[in-house]
């Protein structure tokens, strides 16, 4: 798994990235004696003597590439004894002045940079092409003026990192580079080239794997370590120690002191927060702070755990949103030998893909139960070789597992486990002070960090003044985002794009409402990544009436239950009147519809089951007729309407006077327009006359609460044929007393009707309980009527109650009208006797004819060729539909 996960990140390496380096120069020698060296070009001088590297000699750095090592010399022994025999062109070396001196693992390096040198220089162009420009190390550079997003590559010299982001403020996509052992020449990779907005250089320290925890200077200089941290940010780097503050808690330290230090590259997340007396952090808290270290530009760690679930669970986090973390911290108090710290450390290295810094560890601790050769905590002779023998061992596996970038040993765990007591080495601190371990980072296992592109989140919003849909998006990706394209479907039509851009700064789109279109307008948002893949967002939709004057239509494709937001595609002068057609009956359960929120601009409708339904759910779309238009009286070429709305109606009858009587009895379409009371209602009308009728609401049975007054939309016209703002209507009622009860029954409408919308509405009240009407299509010029009733009271014969229908053609394109109205009472009822019967019934067929009779649920009991007489003894006594072809259904009645 290792060696998979270096291949993949050096393949990215490769494709993205490309390096070299000033070939330089390289001499060892032990010591210098009686000689003036003058290092003029790209060169290294070591010199690895203990002491006396300096006899009687100089060396002067004259060329920026011209370095001094004393391989074995501590830093502050070689500004103490040899400082003076360093020049730096020619001048004695001013530390922070004309030259710099840094951590060279267990020696020294001298560098011939000065306080005003610039170790990073971009470029506009690739391969270190077009404008360029330099940064000094420490500085905050998140205002980069012309070489915002403009970058493409780099040279950074060596001794020095940088953190590049994708966001001013360093948050976005952001990767450290160092320059360890070369000066770095970078075209950057993808997710970086043309993107960069923050640029932060830092210092490199050569500082080895071995440090120490504490605050002690006299304890980390007699150990002889490299590096170190005191679970706080008030420390500062040494000559001989380079210091890592930690953000110990939530709390503090505070981040401004964090950000405003100097001379320091890396930061360590929270002290153990999964104990709930050190920081006690959980990983969300984690999570939801981890920006604002992102924001430090220093190279990242990792919260220090001893619950290593914790810290792969936030790493995980880290990873799914993008946040940079360049090492893992753990602590391991263990009393085992190598192998199981191996198997341990490695199970977190290989989980989270991050090298390992061990910021607390020792053999046990003065709360496990190890064997010890004397059980006492204090260091006797048998307990201090003990000690040397196991931590000696952890030391060297930590020395050889190249995974291992740092450790530091915590002293404080029983006087046995020491490595400075009384201040002095104990025999294990002797051997860790003499330990000569590597240099700590290790380019094999530098975390490259990828991008998991998320996917954009789109909203919208109604502009009224506009007339307009705002649709807008969210995009987590930034300036990684390459291009955005709009797209917006109608129905179930093909999304076709409506808007495209390049600018990641653009973050909206205003697509104006158009006459022309009605019906469930969707869309959403494909993004082009950096690497050319698309993602794509959720889908936003919303429905849109048609219509060019004040006189707005729809037939909606309703996909849920939840409230759907309509716009009107011309905005009305004033709130208009509002009525819904029937539903389809793709859906079994039963459920009525009110409209909601009406303004000029827009209204809400929503499909409402009986509240006795056990989780209803629309699985298939149902279609939903809607009409708008203003309150008044109509003539729609010869159809004499009215329209108005009634307030104050209950469960009582109101009585509803039209402004002007109707030549002929009107059809009423009736649709609840407020939504006073929490329960599905329905309108129930009676005594339709040409001069008015009468309406009253209607719940299930089992609700007897008293029912607050709503406001109900009615709809009338006289039946026949004619045009409404240009687009033709049939409307129809039933004749002759021939109406509904449960029995399906079939309307013809014009064959030239190419968009059909439908609307429909009981004109009788014969049922106590409440009845809804249902539609289905059974042809290209027919569709059938369904009466669908509440149950809530339990089963009853439903009645039969009169009805009216009207068909609209939404079709853009509308040939001449006629003026013939079907009717459904070119269809007599099936005549047959006796009724009630018992065993037998009889009918006066002309020729065999095929009846079926059906029980109240719709299901076929008998279905037999008939020519005289049917058997109907296997049927239990009952209500029954006898249906013939060319008849209207009839109700047999049967006694046994």
Same mark, same amino acid.
């Given at each position: ?694 309406? =009253?609401?209607?719940? &299930?049975? %089992? +609700?007897? $609460?008293? !029912?607050?007054?709503?406001?109900? /939309? *009615? ?35 014009? =064959?030239?009707?190419? &968009?059909? %919308? +439908?609307? $429909?509405? !009981?004109?009788?009240?014969?049922? /106590? *309980? ?41 079709? %853009? ?84």
């Amino acid at each position: 798994m290792r060696f998979k996960f270096n291949v993949i990140f050096m393949l990215v390496a490769l494709l993205g990235l490309s390096f070299s380096a000033n070939a330089s120069e390289k001499e060892t020698i032990d010591r210098l004696i009686n000689e003036n060296r003058v290092l003029a070009s790209a060169y290294e001088l070591h010199i690895s003597a203990t002491d006396s590297a300096l006899i009687n000699s100089t060396v002067s750095l004259d060329h920026e590439d011209a370095w001094l090592f004393f391989d074995n010399i501590r830093p502050s022994e070689v500004i103490a004894a040899y400082q003076s025999g360093i020049l730096i062109n020619g001048e004695i070396l001013s530390i922070g002045v004309n030259g710099r001196m840094a951590i060279y693992e267990h020696g020294t390096v001298i560098i011939p940079h000065g306080s005003d040198y610039k170790p990073l220089t971009v470029y506009k162009g690739k391969d270190y092409q077009g404008d360029q420009n330099t940064y000094a190390p420490n500085v905050y550079n998140n205002s980069l003026g012309e070489f915002d997003n403009a970058i493409q590559s780099f040279k950074l010299k060596r001794g020095y990192m940088v953190t590049f982001a994708t966001s001013s403020d360093g948050t976005g996509y952001s990767r450290v580079f160092i320059a360890n052992d070369a000066d770095l020449e970078v075209n950057l990779p993808g997710l970086l080239s043309g993107k960069v907005s923050f640029i932060r250089v830092f210092k490199y320290e050569w500082v080895t794997k071995k440090g120490w925890a504490g605050w002690n200077e006299a304890e980390w200089e007699i150990t002889q370590s490299t590096w170190r941290y005191d679970w706080n940010a008030g420390g500062v780097t040494t000559n001989n120690t380079e210091y890592v503050p930690i953000k110990q808690n939530l709390g503090w330290p505070a981040w401004d002191v964090i950000n405003s230090k100097n001379n320091v590259s890396h930061l360590l997340g929270y002290n153990e927060p999964d104990h709930t007396e050190q920081s006690d952090v959980t990983v969300a808290e984690a999570i939801a702070a981890w920006p604002e270290y992102m924001k430090s530009g220093l190279r990242l760690g990792a919260p220090a755990t001893t619950d290593f679930n914790w810290v792969i669970e936030f790493v995980k986090r880290c990873d799914e949103l993008n946040y940079r973390v360049d090492f893992v911290a753990v602590h391991a108090y263990w009393g085992n030998n190598p192998s199981s710290y191996y198997s341990s450390l490695n199970w977190v290295h290989q989980a989270t893909g991050r090298p390992i810094w061990i910021t607390e560890w020792n053999y046990g601790a003065n709360w496990t139960n190890e064997w010890w050769p004397d059980d006492t905590p204090a260091l006797t002779p048998a307990n201090e070789n003990y000690a040397y023998d196991k931590i000696k061992a952890i030391v060297d596996f930590f020395d050889e597992t190249p995974w291992i970038e740092r450790y530091s040993i915590y002293n404080w765990v029983e006087d046995r486990r020491a490595v400075v007591l009384n201040g002095e080495l104990t025999k294990a601190g002797e051997y860790y002070a003499a330990n000569k371990s590597s240099e700590a980072f290790n380019k094999n296992f530098e975390v490259i960090p990828h991008w998991n592109f998320q996917t954009p989140e789109l909203s919208m919003r109604y502009f009224s003044l506009r007339n307009s849909i705002r649709v807008s998006w969210t995009d987590p990706n930034g300036e990684l985002s390459k291009q955005y394209v709009l797209q917006r479907k109608i129905d179930d039509g093909n999304f076709e794009t409506i808007y495209t851009t390049e600018d990641y700064s653009e973050d909206f789109y205003l697509d104006p409402l158009d006459p022309e279109v009605y019906g469930n307008i969707s869309y959403r948002l494909m993004l082009q990544t950096a690497q050319g893949n698309f993602l794509t967002s959720n889908v936003v939709s919303y429905y849109q009436t048609a219509g060019e004057n004040e006189i707005q239509v729809g037939n909606f494709k309703v996909n849920s239950l939840d409230i759907n937001s309509t716009y009107f595609s011309n905005r009305f002068s004033a709130v208009p009147v509002t009525v819904l057609g029937i539903p389809s009956s793709n859906n079994s359960f039963p459920m009525t519809q009110r409209i909601n929120s009406m303004s000029n601009t827009a209204f809400d409708f929503v499909f409402y089951p009986w509240t006795y339904l056990s989780s209803p759910q629309v699985k298939k779309s149902e279609l939903l007729a809607s009409l708008s238009l203003a309150a008044g009286t109509y003539e729609f070429q010869g159809l004499q309407a009215e329209v108005q709305k009634v307030t104050g109606v209950t469960r009582e009858w109101t009585t509803v006077t039209f402004s002007k009587a109707f030549e002929q009895t009107p059809v009423v379409f009736c649709t609840i327009g407020t939504r006073t009371n929490f329960y599905p209602l329905t309108v129930a009308v009676r005594n339709v006359t040409a001069s008015g009728f009468e309406m =009253s609401l209607k719940s &299930e049975e %089992a +609700i007897t $609460a008293v !029912l607050s007054a709503e406001m109900v /939309n *009615f709809f009338a016209i006289e039946p026949g044929k004619g045009v409404m703002d240009g687009k033709r209507i049939t409307v129809g009622r039933n004749a002759g007393g021939n109406g509904i009860s449960s029995i399906p029954l079939e309307i013809a409408y014009d =064959s030239t009707y190419t &968009e059909p %919308a +439908i609307f $429909a509405g !009981l004109l009788s009240a014969e049922d /106590n *309980f409440a009845s809804t009407l249902r539609y289905s299509y059974t042809g290209d010029t027919s569709f059938e009527i369904i009466k669908q009733r509440e149950l809530s009271g339990g089963e009853s014969e439903m009645q039969t109650d009169e009805f009216g229908w009207m068909v609209m053609d939404l079709a %853009a394109d509308q040939p001449d009208v006629g003026t013939s109205v079907p009717e459904i009472s070119s269809q007599n009822p099936v005549i047959f006797y006796p009724n009630p019967a018992k065993q037998t019934v009889y009918f006066n067929f002309v020729e065999p004819m095929q009846v079926e009779i059906l029980d109240m649920t719709g299901s076929t009991l008998i279905k037999s060729i008939v020519s005289n007489s049917l058997d109907i003894s296997s049927l239990s006594a009952g209500i029954y539909v006898i249906k013939v072809p060319g008849s209207l259904p009839a109700k047999l009645i049967v006694n046994q």
